[in-house]
């Protein structure tokens, strides 16, 4: 469906490289963990698992004064049938680059392995349904998907929060793109993933966007009509979304 025009609420802001992204991503990040955490007893978080995320998460590890005992978090999207100790699974990512070096009061990991995917899903939306999200941090794919939500499983109604889906050639290209996996034939073709409403619902989300194969992506989040073509832009139509950009790719923004 295509959503009505109105105004766009997306905040959009640019630097010079991807370093300067990153950190200057999670100093802002960080400063809204602080402020939550001054307020409520403990929050939530979703995070994506991409190499667009590296120098975010390196830098939010090294934010002062969080109190991270007080955090629970969540990713959102495991691939399907990979081998449990593969490094490209979202939940090992992740565990390398955050949820091992800062001591984190819950980590709830999806399982892509779990005999039966639909009670997977269940499973985790149960969890997601006890400790709403409180901020998402994420990027966006290349075909500007949105956790793995491609345009032709995205829906910005769905009455899931995690589902299974099969991935379209875009994004399995984009994994090879990436470095994550050699060949086309070695990127799994399902996986599972939260859906575009269990991500928008929640009340903050930093959406981190580096590097020229994102370009295009870019361009069509912020210029083309708010779709499912183009899942990433329901971001415009969020209250509280940032999307950090860097020069690369914004080289398609006049």
């Not at 979703?46 to 955090?71: H, K």
């Not at 999207?77 to 490209?88: I, K, M, S, T």
């Not at 009670?119 to 994420?138: F, I, K, N, T």
């Amino acid at each position: 469906m295509t959503l009505q025009p109105h105004p766009d609420l997306l905040l959009v802001r640019r630097f010079e490289n991807r370093k300067l992204l990153g950190q200057q991503a999670a100093e802002l990040a960080a400063a809204r963990m602080r402020a939550l955490l001054a307020g409520q007893e403990s929050i939530s978080m979703i995070f994506a698992a991409a190499p667009s995320q590296d120098e975010f998460l390196a830098a939010l590890c090294e934010q002062p004064g969080i109190d991270w005992s007080r955090v629970i978090a969540f990713h959102m999207d495991e691939y399907v049938g990979l081998p449990e100790e593969a490094p490209q699974r979202f939940g090992n990512f992740l565990k390398t680059r955050l949820f091992d070096r800062v001591p984190f009061r819950a980590v709830h990991y999806l399982n892509g392995n779990a005999p039966d995917a639909a009670a997977e899903c269940q499973r985790y939306s149960g969890l997601l349904r006890r400790h709403p999200a409180d901020m998402v941090c994420m990027g966006i794919g290349e075909n500007c998907h949105i956790a793995f939500n491609d345009p032709h499983v995205a829906d910005f109604h769905d009455p899931h929060l995690v589902k299974v889906v099969d991935l379209d050639t875009a994004c399995r290209q984009q994994q090879v793109n990436d470095g994550c996996f050699a060949t086309f034939e070695a990127v799994p073709t399902h996986a599972l993933t939260l859906t575009i409403p269990a991500l928008v619902q929640a009340p903050a989300i930093f959406c981190m966007v580096p590097g020229i194969h994102k370009a295009p992506a870019v361009y069509h989040t912020l210029h083309d009509e708010i779709t499912e073509r183009y899942p990433s832009t329901i971001l415009r139509r969020h209250p509280n979304a940032v999307l950090f950009i860097d020069n690369d790719s914004a080289s398609r923004l006049t």
